[in-house]
C-alpha cells in the first residue's frame, strides 16, 4: 500500500494569471515564484507551492499532487498499472514524482522530495472564552483585519460521472478510506457523495481529503484551504467582499467534516473553500451513512445555492471583481 502523507498541492490552469493573482491574495495564498507561463502560491506552512497556476486559454484542472512518505512509495507507485516512471519536478524545490490518472482520466500526481521553505508568520489562534470556560485572561481579542491567511490545502472535491469506478480507485489504489457516504435508499455501492480521508493508521487526519459528488460528467468541484480560525475566516470574507470579489456560499457550518465553510469563485468560474475547524478521524473511525436531503450538507449558514451542485469551472461565467460603486448599488 502507497503512503500517502498528506494533500501537497493542486494545478489549475487559467487564462488570465494577472487577474487570478489579484484573487488568489485577496484570498490569502501568497505568490513565492513566478514564471512566464507559471505562477507558484503558497500558505503559511513550509510547502514552497500548494496552488500552482498555468497559463493556458481554457481553464480547467491540471492536477492533484499527495505527497507520499518516503521515496519507496514512488519505487512502488511507478509498479502500478498506467504509473509514470519516476520524474524530476521542475518546479521550485526540486524533488521527483509519480504521474498517475484515476478512472476519469485526471492527472494524479505524487510527489516526494520538495525541499521545504521557512513557515511565514502567522498569528496564533485565538483563545476563547466559553460562557463556563474562561481562558483569556486580563487580554484583549484584536486578530486583525486582512486576508484570511492560507495555512495549507486541505481537500479537493471532484464531480464524478462514474462513481463506483472512482470510489474503487481511490480506495484501492491511493488506499483511502471513507469517512462518510451520502445515500438514497441503500444504495451504498453508488452514493451520491463521498468522503475519502487519508489511511494514516492510529495518526489523526483530516475527515476528507478527497470528496466526490455524483454528476453528469468528470468536473472539478472545489479545492479546499485551511485557515487558522473562526475570526480569520469571517474576517477573510470581509476583506474579500471589501475587494469586490462576489461570494458563493458561507459563512456557514458543514455536517459531514463539521468544518466551517467559505466559498467563492475565482476568476475563470472555479469554486474555492477556505475552511476551518473539521473533523479529524484515523484508522479506528467508522464509516457512517446520512439518507441524502436538504440539511446533509449543512448545519447552518446562508440558504444552499442549488449552483453548489452543478460546480464546475468550464460551465460558469467567469467573474471579475465588482468595482466598489457597484458593490454599493448591490447592498442598497
Ligand atoms: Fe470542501
Redesign the pocket.
Known sequence: MLHIKDINHVVYRHADLDLLERFLLDFGLTVSHRTEQRLYLRGTGTLPYVYIAERADTPSLGAIAFAVESFADLHAAERLPGASAIQALKHPGGGHCVVLHDPSGRRIELVHGIQPVEALAQRSALVLNSAVEKRRFGDVQRPGKGPAKVMRLG?V?IGVADMPSMIGWYRNVLGMLPSDLIVEGDEQDCPSAAFLRLNRGINWTDHHTI?LFQANRDVIH?A?FEVQDFDAQCLGHEWMDDQGWTPFWGVGRHVLGSQI?DYWRDPSGNLI?H?TDGDLFNHTSPMNCTQACDSSLYQWGPPMSVEYFLGGSNENEPVTPRSLAERRRHTR
Open positions: 481537500h472535491a470528496a472545489h479546499s465553510f473553500e475552511f
